[in-house]
């Protein structure tokens, strides 16, 4: 079964960019890595989906190295909307149809 | 027009009654799933079901019986409920369950047994 470790949780500054890294071991080899955001009171939201190297979109980047055993969610310049529990999501190696999430990191967001 | 709806989006109940959490997708994706969340946040598989087919059922108790009756939709019976079961459960789908899968959310139906 995959095994995921996340920061519990991180605190940062309005402007500042932060940086989120999910280990995780035994996932499906031809499975993406994927990133969710979470509010309160609502489900995970899709943030970004990257397989090897460097993924930029518009609202984050995602670094996975080349063993794959572990991604990097970075978020440039946050704001305080951006206080949210961050998970990532990556298919088990034992069986790449269960999409296992990540413990969740809880990003705080100060002024 | 919501992509992912489930209903009810709360739940109070008393401990041994029987309980529907119902999910439907507009989005055409083949594959859904259920997901419990509990008090700790962390996001536990239950159920995968591609194209009415159950492809994952994650060591879930046989109380918990889901039913596809169709590929856009995806509901949770609970018979016998116990303390243990109150947790906010998210249903969710994407159009393949491999490769470049995103998952699109509902907003969850938060269970609540007394």
């Given at each position: 079964?995959?095994?995921?470790?996340?920061?519990?949780?991180?605190?940062?500054?309005?402007?500042?960019?932060?940086?989120?890294?999910?280990?995780?071991?035994?996932?499906?080899?031809?499975?993406?890595?994927?990133?969710?955001?979470?509010?309160?009171?609502?489900?995970?939201?899709?943030?970004?989906?990257?397989?090897?190297?460097?993924?930029?979109?518009?609202?984050?980047?995602?670094?996975?190295?080349?063993?794959?055993k572990?991604?990097?969610?970075?978020?440039?310049?946050?704001?305080?909307?951006?206080?949210?529990?961050?998970?990532?999501?990556?298919?088990?190696?034992?069986?790449?149809?269960?999409?296992?999430?990540?413990?969740?990191?809880?990003?705080?967001?100060?002024? | 027009?919501?992509?992912?709806?489930?209903?009810?989006?709360?739940?109070?109940?008393?401990?041994?009654?029987?309980k529907?959490?119902?999910?439907?997708?507009?989005l055409?994706?083949?594959?859904?799933?259920?997901?419990?969340?509990?008090?700790?946040?962390?996001?536990?598989?239950?159920?995968?079901?591609?194209?009415?087919?159950?492809?994952?059922?994650?060591?879930?108790?046989?109380?918990?019986?889901?039913?596809?009756?169709?590929?856009?939709?995806?509901?949770?019976?609970?018979?016998?409920?116990?303390?243990?079961?109150?947790?906010?459960?998210?249903?969710?789908?994407?159009?393949?369950?491999?490769?470049?899968?995103?998952?699109?959310?509902?907003?969850?139906?938060?269970?609540?047994?007394?």
């Amino acid at each position: 079964l995959a095994k995921t470790t996340q920061p519990i949780s991180m605190d940062s500054y309005e402007g500042q960019e932060v940086n989120i890294t999910c280990s995780h071991n035994n996932i499906a080899t031809n499975d993406y890595i994927t990133w969710y955001q979470q509010f309160p009171s609502q489900g995970p939201r899709f943030i970004i989906q990257g397989y090897k190297t460097k993924v930029t979109n518009e609202v984050a980047s995602l670094f996975i190295p080349a063993d794959r055993k572990s991604s990097t969610l970075s978020l440039p310049r946050v704001s305080l909307s951006d206080t949210a529990v961050y998970y990532c999501l990556v298919g088990d190696g034992d069986s790449s149809y269960k999409l296992i999430f990540g413990s969740g990191t809880r990003l705080l967001v100060r002024p | 027009d919501t992509a992912v709806s489930q209903t009810p989006k709360y739940l109070v109940t008393q401990m041994g009654n029987d309980k529907s959490i119902k999910c439907e997708q507009n989005l055409g994706h083949d594959t859904m799933y259920w997901y419990k969340q509990d008090s700790k946040k962390f996001l536990k598989i239950m159920f995968s079901y591609n194209n009415k087919e159950l492809i994952i059922n994650e060591t879930v108790p046989n109380r918990f019986s889901p039913k596809s009756p169709d590929k856009a939709h995806l509901n949770l019976h609970i018979n016998s409920l116990e303390l243990g079961d109150s947790a906010v459960y998210f249903c969710a789908s994407s159009p393949q369950y491999t490769g470049a899968n995103v998952l699109t959310f509902g907003a969850g139906s938060r269970l609540t047994v007394l």
